[in-house]
């Protein structure tokens, strides 16, 4: 019975892991460094289990989802709008909003200066779309930090280039710019190819049509007017010393999500073939930027495309001294831009460091003594999970989480609401009003996280019973039986003249 048991509760943790993973993941999406608010949320011990049949868990249930309508109410009616302000004024809150996501990484020293690229990196996009996948983040070794810059377009890692690639030109101004998906280079026959030939001077055509289709290819390249090719595949050095003689830019080997950036920002199109690429019919083909430049940064060189016209696109360079801290410092501006994207779609924000948690908390508690049945006691258990957030924080910071509770519950106890935008001070391990302090997270996180974390334990609550089978678990027992036949083998279980038992 204690193993029947036990296996179920095995069970009934899978699938609750597994759907906490779901609504992770789902949380990532909005805000990347607010996935612990899911497991944090939806992880509270209740007091109040539906056991032996003294609690239904549809009573629970019932009242944590009345008790997440009226907390996301409250965050609806506390949220603040960033609507109606000038450019400048949102490009100030909004570089305040990156810093403080950047404020605990490990790059917080230079919190102003990156936010700020952040910021210009965002206000770069498409203001309707704003994707992720436009803003293109290059890591370089070597420098500090503050080498990092911005670039308004596409930058990629100059790729393997053959001999001649120092005589073509580095740099242009208003460009043609042709993207090829095909090989520009002699490529050797195969080993068991074979061909029969009864004199010197078939040889000799067979070898000319070789170097003819290459020529051909390279120079209806030439006609179509384009000043950089690029090519997904490789660009021999028979090409490269070709192009560089007629004064044309050329890189092969070109990562794919480079050439699709390049792709949508210049208004190229990919070519998987030159036959018929010609002055006339290449407009359509060809696309354009304002500059074309490769730089030198560190010990590699890059390809800039700046001022691209059809779709706008950002490159970060990140600069650092080692490739582990490169990493963590992308990782910090990959959150930096997920909140500023939000905060561009969604411009309602709430104060954060654990003060919205605590305001609505305290609402629910009111708002539960109005409920004269059991569902008071489940509704003031649900508001007593939400203060886990800033409880977290100070375990964090290293404070006494009951000391800063305590008076976080008596800023927000005051009925003139002058204390409803107090939290978690991390700096002096007191409370402050966060909303002053510009610490604040867009509106939507808090209600998908809320939403998510009481979706979450619902299912958790709802897991009645566990269908098992049991010969699945003892794989042993699944088995057929080896050897039953009355052959003379050596069988296991024979009549025959097999091993004796």
Known sequence: MR?????????????????????????????PDSVHAIFSNSCRPTPFTPSAGRIPSQSIIKAYRMACELALAKIKELS?????????EKKDLLRKCASTTLNSKLVSGEKEFFSQIVVDAVSILDPVLLELKMIGIKKVQGGGLRDSFL???????????????EQQPKSFTNPKILLLNIELELKSERENAEIRLDSPEQYQSIV?????????????????????????LAIGDLATQYFADRGVFCAGRVEAPD????????????????????????????????????????????????????ARTATIVLRGGSEQFIDEADRSLHDAIMI???????AEIVPGGGAIEMEVSRHLREAALTHTSKSQLFIKAFAKALEVIPRQLCNNAGFDATDVLNKLRQ??????????????????????DTYDAFVWEPSLVKLNAIASATEAACLILSVDETVRNPKSENPQDSMPAMGGGRGRGRGMGGRGRGMRR
């Not at 603040?80 to 400048?88: K, N, Q, Y």
Request: hydrophobic share 35%.
């Open 80 to 88: 603040i709008s960033l609507e109606g302000r000038s450019d400048a």
């Open 208 to 232: 000319d049509a070789e170097w003819n289709i290459i020529y051909e290819k390279l120079d209806l390249c030439v006609q179509s007017g384009a000043q950089i090719v690029l090519s997904r």
């Open 151 to 165: 670039v308004d377009g596409v930058a990629f890692k100059k790729t393997f280039s053959y001999a001649g690639f």
């Open 340 to 346: 500023v994207r939000r905060a561009l779609k969604h």
């Open 259 to 310: 050439m699709e950036r390049v792709q949508k920002a210049t208004g190229a199109r990919v070519q998987t073939t030159v036959n018929g690429l010609n002055s006339q019919n290449a407009k359509g083909v060809l696309g354009t930027c304002a500059t074309f430049e490769e730089k030198q940064v560190g010990a590699e060189r890059y390809n800039l495309f700046m001022g691209c016209p059809e």
């Open 3 to 31: 193993a029947m048991v036990g296996m179920d509760s095995y069970f009934k943790g899978l699938r609750g892991a597994h759907f906490h993973v779901h609504a992770s993941s789902h949380q990532s999406e909005r805000r």
């Open 411 to 432: 800023k927000h106890a005051a009925n003139d609401g002058s204390g409803r935008n107090f939290g978690v001070d991390v700096n002096t391990g007191g409370v402050v």
